[in-house]
């Protein structure tokens, strides 16, 4: 075997207890993945702070996304530029510094152009640890290391919004930023200390390869104007907006430009090729639609249980907690097992329990629910989700030599994260134009025509009046009492009809799982 498909366990061995490295490598990565969601709840605070509107401070996520997705893909070409752990220290101390000067800017400019940075220097973090993961660990362990991976991933996004909330309340919004810091610096010490390129790493750097300034050039305005799309979407009226049209129409254009230009041209920034493997491509999609369904009802509850139950941010965030909890407990016991067994029955089991828990939900949904059960929805999706990150990524990385492995983290995150995207403007268009549809459906009900509405009506008068309110705001503010329950009943229906298409887009992964090819045996994991 060449070196550069050699696997560690052939004669390259890490130097250090692989455990220690995947913590190291992993405490930044998790301070990356909070990020992106902690930041949303102090958005108000910042307006307020920096004196702008709350759409303009919107700019402060979107260019965190934009320049995060643009360095996700091209992170394994510069890692293999430059070193894979030179590549690595510098993206945590790009963000570690970033994050500093978030915490000082002045005005909303400087925070957007620190967000800028802060985003290039995240986007290189996930893709360098899986790498790095997958290159330290035996091929028959992958299964734990991605575990250790997927708890951060998995479980940043759920207490994310708790403790921004908390931040801001009790401390200011600026802490949401300077809390990475001290992580930051903890990171670079003992990754300096721990993290060693191996081999064919080092072999790659030896053989500088010309610079893809057309890819390059590509995939950042691409990618770049897809996530304004995605992003101000539903602010703008999608396409019936010349600025998400005009982003769209570049997007798009870019995009397939890209894909045409890097399977003619001898040294891609993206290996696009990759894509010819069957188990691989198929792999992407379902982190796609993992992201996709993970990122969107984390938003999705929250938003339930503070808009229409009521619940304080902290409150929201506990009733996600436990699933968060669930998901810690059976990642370990995942990684040991997908060496074992076939991990596509694994993936199956996943999507299959995931998408019958959103079903259930959909079903289930109303405004009477109380915590227990806002809790238990949660927690019988997370049994699900706990059985798909690291069978998934095993299969990605198994189908493809190691020495491809940078290549393989990056895009593999990118379909993660484009998921993650994907999902939120699902959601927020979702709510938005299904609850008017509902809404509409069920006002054809109250008019005094209808027997139930004036029964209600009634009912409602007769009790304020007998409270001394006079007959004429008896009778205004029952029709206000009983606008506000069509609302409330249109608003539930929106986000069931949501939760309704996540479990129907869950359950076509499926049987798509069988595209895959079957994992090598344990026996064989190594060779």
């Keep these: ?141 992958h299964g734990m290391a991605f575990a250790i991976y997927g708890m951060a991933v998995v479980l940043a996004p759920a207490i994310g919004p708790t403790l921004g909330g908390f931040i801001t309340d009790n401390y200011s919004w600026r802490w949401v930023f300077f809390i990475n810091v001290p992580v930051g610096i903890v990171s670079m010490i003992l990754t300096n200390k721990m993290v060693v390129d191996p081999p064919w790493i080092a072999q790659k750097k030896s053989t500088p390869v010309p610079i893809d300034i057309a890819g390059l050039t590509l995939i950042t305005v691409g990618l770049g104007s897809l996530e304004v799309v995605l992003d101000k979407g539903q602010e703008e009226d999608w396409f019936h907006s010349p600025f998400i049209c005009g982003f769209a129409l570049v997007s798009v254009v870019s995009l397939v430009a890209l894909v045409l230009w890097e399977l003619r041209t001898k040294h891609p920034i993206i290996d696009v090729r990759l894509f010819k493997d069957r188990t691989f491509a198929v792999a992407c999609g379902m982190m ?31 009733a996600l907690s436990p699933g968060a909890v669930l998901v810690i407990c059976l990642m370990p016991f995942v990684g040991k097992t997908v060496s074992k067994s076939d991990p596509r029955k694994m ?120 409270a001394g309110t006079s007959a004429a705001d008896a009778t205004l503010k029952a029709y206000r009492a009983i606008y506000g329950t069509v609302l409330g009943q249109a608003q539930t229906m929106a986000y069931m009809d949501v939760l309704y298409i996540l479990a129907c887009g869950t359950v076509l992964m499926v049987p798509l799982t069988f595209f895959m090819k079957r994992a090598r045996g344990p026996a064989n994991m190594g060779h």
């Design 1 to 141: 075997m060449s070196q550069a498909n050699a696997v560690p366990d052939e004669g390259w061995h890490p130097g250090h207890n692989p455990m220690l490295i995947a913590l190291t490598v992993t405490m930044a990565t998790f301070m990356e993945v909070l990020d992106t969601s902690i930041a949303n709840v102090a958005l108000p605070h910042m307006a307020g702070n920096l004196s702008v509107s709350q759409a303009q401070s919107t700019w402060v996520l979107t260019a965190y996304l934009v320049s995060n997705a643009v360095i996700l893909p091209i992170s394994g070409w510069i890692s293999a530029r430059i070193g894979r752990k030179r590549f690595y220290m510098s993206c945590v101390a790009l963000f570690t510094i970033s994050s500093f000067l978030c915490g000082i800017a002045p005005n909303l400019g400087s925070l957007i152009f620190f967000r800028v940075l802060q985003g290039i220097g995240g986007g290189g973090l996930g893709p360098s640890e899986q790498s790095i993961l997958a290159d330290t660990f035996p091929r028959a362990k």
């Design 288 to 318: 796609f639609m993992l992201g996709l369904s993970l990122f969107a009802t984390t938003l999705l509850l929250p938003q339930f249980t503070q808009v229409m139950l009521g619940y304080s941010a902290q409150q929201a965030g506990m």
């Design 347 to 466: 993936i199956a089991f996943g999507f299959f329990v995931l998408s019958m828990a959103m079903f259930y939900m959909s079903h289930r949904l109303y405004l009477g629910i109380d915590f227990k059960h806002a809790m238990l929805f949660r927690v019988y999706q997370a049994f699900g989700l706990a059985f798909l990150f690291v069978p998934i990524n095993t299969l990605a990385f198994s189908s493809v030599p190691p020495a491809k492995s940078n290549a393989v983290s990056g895009l593999i995150n990118l379909s993660r994260n484009m998921g993650g995207d994907m999902g939120i403007a699902l959601v927020t268009t979702m709510l938005a134009r299904s609850a008017q549809v509902h809404q509409a459906e069920l006002t054809t009900h109250t008019t005094l025509f209808d027997a139930p509405f004036r029964d209600r009506l009634a009912g409602i008068t007769a009790a304020l009046q007998a």
